[in-house]
């Protein structure tokens, strides 16, 4: 069974780095054609940040495959050797369970530090992004890991609970897990207001008239529009809505605000609330719930043979992290599907939202989607192998031309990078 699982995981970077390599030959021959919605500068410079994240990505996943490697071999039993003296008389078993897997996450979070640096102050500080600081960067990734180790030790002991009361551990872990997940979607716009980014009520009057304009027509009820400070970390634009309930806002990045006219701004927004109208964040969620059930079953149902030959206990800890580790290579596989179903949802509310604007709808939003292009130096051409794994919006080019305007391409096969705001 070992084997089988390290079959599964060789295929799963074997796909990812292939993925990649088309991508980075693709960009590469595609950079010295017509330049397509960008200035021919921004272009090459848009096509060469592309090369360098993939190739990024291909050494992480590389480092990725030999840690995996050693976590298999012996990296679990280690933990397990080393943390038992948590354990009194038996008395400590939670706890043992609890520290072997955040000792695992933390561990894997130490080895993934360089990457996060080096993407924020080399990558994004070469192509002009970056606008945090060495400190800032610090201060988010302290919080982060004090979260990570406040937040995910309840909820590692929320899972050895249940595995340790149920015979049918694996369902009741599900539905504690996607509570979770429900939990998140209803309190990030209010935990990322308290520990990174700071909202403030939008103080463009007739703006904000407009904006509830737009949410009185599709029937979302929000606690407010706010704008986020993103500009002293990133030049990025994005914009999102977050919440459930009473709990729903509406959060604008003030470069996007700066940057888009009133009629694009509220383009973008109308889209959003075209996701809302079509009820896609149930949707999303469902695909989440229906992943995360298949990866429970799976995995709670593996022989106890596994657990021998890895040489551990066929104990929560070890469930748990057999579950993290095999995590993304389930998520990659099922990105296709997902990313079918996305990519329908997203022509939906370019239409709804162009329907939201009125006369001229469709223009403001293909204005909104370049000016997104543009400022977020995207490439604007992608392999068809890398978008039918890793896109969840439909390629910009296509959208525009759902929208009414064709960009001439060189190459028809090449479909077109999604914007790379979550609109």
């Known amino acids: 069974m070992l ?22 030959g693709y960009v590469n021959m595609t950079k ?10 921004d272009f090459i410079k848009a096509a060469n940040y592309s090369i360098a994240k993939e190739r990024m990505s291909i050494t992480s996943m590389l480092i990725d495959y030999i840690v995996f490697f050693l976590w298999i071999s012996f990296g679990v039993k280690f933990l397990e050797q080393n943390i038992s003296f948590l354990v009194q008389d038996g008395e400590n078993t939670a706890l043992l369970n609890i520290a072997i897997v955040m000792g695992f996450l933390v561990i894997n979070s130490l080895i993934s530090l360089p990457f996060s640096y080096y993407e924020k102050f080399v990558l994004d500080e070469k192509f002009g992004f970056n606008k945090s600081t060495l400190a800032q960067w610090a201060k988010d990734t302290l919080i982060s890991f004090i979260m990570t180790l406040l937040f995910g030790s309840l909820v590692v002991w929320g899972i050895y609970a249940i595995i340790s009361s149920f015979t049918l551990w ?19 716009p209010t935990f990322r207001a308290l520990f990174f980014d700071k909202l403030t009520p939008l103080k463009n009057e007739e703006l904000d008239a407009q ?5 009185d027509r599709t029937g979302f009820v929000s606690s407010g529009v706010f704008v986020s400070d993103a500009s002293k970390r990133d030049a990025r634009l994005n914009a999102y809505f977050g919440g459930f309930g009473k709990t729903k806002r509406v959060v604008l990045f003030d470069t996007l605000i700066e940057k888009l006219t009133t009629k694009e701004l509220l383009a973008v927004l109308g889209h959003e609330l075209g996701h809302f109208a079509h009820g896609d964040i149930y949707k999303n969620i469902a695909l989440v719930g229906a992943m995360l059930f298949g990866m429970f079953a799976l995995f709670g149902n593996l022989p106890s ?38 990519r329908h949802n997203e022509y939906a509310a370019d239409k709804t939202g162009s329907e939201l604007g009125g006369a001229g709808g469709e223009i403001e939003l293909a204005n909104a989607l370049k000016k997104l292009v543009s400022e977020n130096k995207s490439f ?3 392999h ?18 759902e929208l009414g305007v064709d960009i001439e391409t060189n190459d028809k096969s090449a479909l077109g990078a999604a914007c790379q705001a979550d609109i």
């Open 384 to 401: 068809p192998l890398y978008i039918f794994f890793h896109y969840t919006h439909p390629p910009v080019l296509e959208r525009l031309k």
């Open 305 to 342: 043979s596994l657990y021998a030959e890895l040489q551990v206990e066929n104990a929560p800890y070890a469930i748990m992290i057999l579950i993290l580790l095999f995590m993304p290579v389930l998520g990659f596989f099922m990105m296709p599907i997902m990313g079918i179903i996305s």
């Open 3 to 24: 084997m089988t699982m390290v079959v599964i995981y060789t295929l799963f970077v074997l796909v990812s780095i292939y993925t990649s390599v088309m991508q980075i």
């Open 32 to 41: 010295g054609g017509k330049a397509i919605l960008l200035a021919e500068n």
């Open 380 to 382: 604007p051409l992608s």
């Open 170 to 188: 694996w369902v009741w872990s599900f539905a504690f897990i996607f509570a979770v997940v429900i939990l998140i979607n209803m309190f990030y």
């Open 211 to 215: 904006i509830k304009d737009l949410m």
